[in-house]
């Protein structure tokens, strides 16, 4: 469990969820291109609870989501298949899948982690063999090396003396 001011933050009601309560507000369909203006300014991860108590409509959208169920259930269609989603779970969307979500409840806890595409291209380029921390995380995902590794960042200091400001052990 996370720590209780976490926990409570995330149980409070969001702005736009109260003005959902008031006004039995449905959600238009107009939000796509808003969406994505919203989210990224200069960020290429924008992180937020899920708004409770409306259905969002079929839809698709420029980016990655990856879907966190902190707590209670989602029931979402993607690509025309039903899913239920439980506390824990996660759900991975790319750009191209058309989703419908159902309105969350009240106990209802989902944290959407809305990733730009370009950043996985930006990853994915910093990948080099001559790079020792390419080296070092494609050796931690693979798994062929079986001792312990680490990397040391010699950025303490009067850096000049240092021939390697990053040693692999």
Known sequence: MLHHDIHEKLLAYTDRELELLRANYQLCHKFKSHMERRFFKDNYIHIE???RFT???LHSHGFIELIYIYQGKMHQKINEESLTLGKGEIL???QFARH???AAGQNDIIINFII?????GRLMSLFDENNIISRFILSAINGRKKHGEHIHFKVGGNRRNSKHYACHH
């Open 49 to 51: 609870k899920q708004t």
């Open 55 to 57: 259905k969002i409509p």
């Open 92 to 94: 991975l969307i790319n």
């Open 100 to 102: 419908e979500i159902e």
């Open 116 to 120: 730009k595409t370009e950043f996985f």
